[in-house]
């Protein structure tokens, strides 16, 4: 067998043995269960040193990681190099890492909003972000790899041809992709990096089919991706219009709305505003998962951007009113800033919302003895629905916490009088 089929099929075994076991809510704590003692001590040592220490901690340009994080990265790029390298010729490897590349760029394929695929996979928010920035890099160097053997074993490369222009708008844009990618530049305007990346992934995508072989394996591969993304986005799409079925104009729609956007009087403009949305019909979420919203009534632009925001008023019953806190960052944040009222019960002009969520995974925090919160500034609240969960699985016994222990850094800007 073909050593990329083969790598195809066991990347899509990994992923579809991940929806499954979301699927049947199997909890990854009780495998351990099934563990003989000697074995669950082993791995819960192990985990101490693999997944809780960082090899390096948040940076302005590296995201923080684990020894986890480095000995997966390492066997992915393993797997991706024993596929390049077993019974092959240099001008084979050079064939098979353009194959590989493609099916590398499934997983990056995966919806429209990152959120939904992480809930289909049951994996964190940073998990996928994680899988979605190794998948890319490792596509990119692929794609390097392929050219320079391309470059090497042809006399010419002319440009005349559709399936030679489009080898290189399909390069070229994957390599701006992930250089763009790059924490400096994806920070400062968010909005403006994320429609560039869309863009640049959909000039990937039909570049690829233009230059891939009609060959089964290549446009395979491109044909899952098709497939993924757009199921993803008629679920994605469906879970909005199901959650905001308001597709009217009317303000006093039964859609979910804005009731109250509040600040308090005199705080600067960086002091966060309570937001708060009536549903049209009760949500039942868990604690610490976040939404994402859309309030195209906020400006031009808010019309294409949605904004993830943990709800904090949890209250482990079906809900119909949601309470945000946000801090205001950017350009949508300060714009809805600007809004807020400092008398309660007004929305400062604000009515419709969309939303698609509940999203993100609900930390396990009943299923420990000892648990151990760090928050830093505004970072609390999304600590809020957490210590609610804890406080009320005490009340009725479901909880396994003996101690809590929370710390919370944030600065303390005092005045000072002569
Ligand atoms: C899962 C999750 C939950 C969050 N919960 C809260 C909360 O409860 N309260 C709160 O104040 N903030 C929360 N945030 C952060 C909040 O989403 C951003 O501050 C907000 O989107 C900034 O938008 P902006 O246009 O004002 O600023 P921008 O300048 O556009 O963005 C500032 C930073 O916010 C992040 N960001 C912006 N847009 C998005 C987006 N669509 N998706 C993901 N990240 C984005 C980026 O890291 C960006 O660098 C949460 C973020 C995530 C990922």
Redesign the pocket.
């Known amino acids: 067998m073909d050593p990329t089929l083969g790598y195809a099929i066991a990347l899509g075994g990994l992923f579809l043995s991940l929806i499954l076991v979301n699927l049947l809510h199997v909890n990854r704590l009780t495998y351990l269960a099934y563990f003989p003692s000697f074995a669950r001590n082993y791995l819960h040592r192990a985990w101490r040193y693999l997944i809780y220490p960082y090899l390096v901690h948040r940076h302005r340009f590296l995201p923080p990681f684990t020894l986890a994080d480095l000995l997966s990265q390492l066997i992915y790029i393993a797997g991706n190099s024993f596929c390049l390298a077993y019974g092959s010729t240099i001008e084979k490897a050079g064939l098979r890492a353009g194959t590989l590349s493609l099916i590398n760029l499934t997983p990056l394929f995966f919806g429209p909003h990152l959120s939904f695929a992480a809930d289909v996979l049951g994996l964190s ?1 940073g998990a996928l972000r994680n899988v979605h920035r190794s998948a890319g890099l490792v596509s990119a160097g692929l794609v390097m790899f392929h050219t320079a053997v391309a470059i090497k074993s042809r006399t010419g490369f002319g440009l005349s041809s559709i399936k030679n222009v489009s080898a290189v708008v399909a390069g070229s844009a994957l390599g701006l992709a992930v250089l763009l990618s790059w924490p400096p530049f ?6 403006v990096f ?1 429609r560039f990346h869309q863009t640049l992934a959909l000039l990937v995508i039909i570049s690829s089919w233009l230059h891939v072989p009609s060959t089964r394996l290549p446009r395979f591969a491109l044909y899952i991706s098709f497939a993924i993304f757009g199921l993803a986005s008629l679920a994605d799409g469906w879970l909005l219009v199901r959650r905001s079925v308001a597709l009217t104009r009317r303000k006093d729609s039964d859609g979910p709305r804005v009731i109250e956007i509040f600040k308090h009087q005199g705080n600067s403009d960086k002091t ?1 505003i309570q937001l708060t949305l009536l549903l049209k019909e009760q949500l039942k979420m868990k604690a610490g998962q ?1 939404i ?1 919203m859309w309030i195209p009534s906020i400006g031009f632009l808010s019309r294409i ?6 709800v ?1 008023s949890w209250t482990g019953k079906r809900q119909s009113y949601l309470e ?11 714009k809805l800033h600007s809004r807020a009222m400092t008398v309660s019960g007004q929305n400062g002009g604000v009515h419709r919302v969309f939303f698609t969520g509940p ?2 995974m609900s930390p396990p925090v009943d299923e420990y003895e000892y648990v151990f919160m760090v928050a830093s500034g ?1 970072g609390i ?2 600590h809020l629905p957490l210590l609610e969960r804890l406080v009320q699985g005490t009340r009725a016994r479901e909880v396994r916490a003996r101690r809590i222990r929370l710390v919370w850094e944030f600065a303390d800007v005092g005045r000072s009088t002569n």
């Open positions: 928010l994806r920070r400062h305007l968010y909005e994320l966060p976040y994402n951007q949605s904004h993830p925001f943990v904090t945000f806190v946000i801090e205001p960052r950017g350009s949508w944040t300060r999203h993100g505004y609240v999304a």
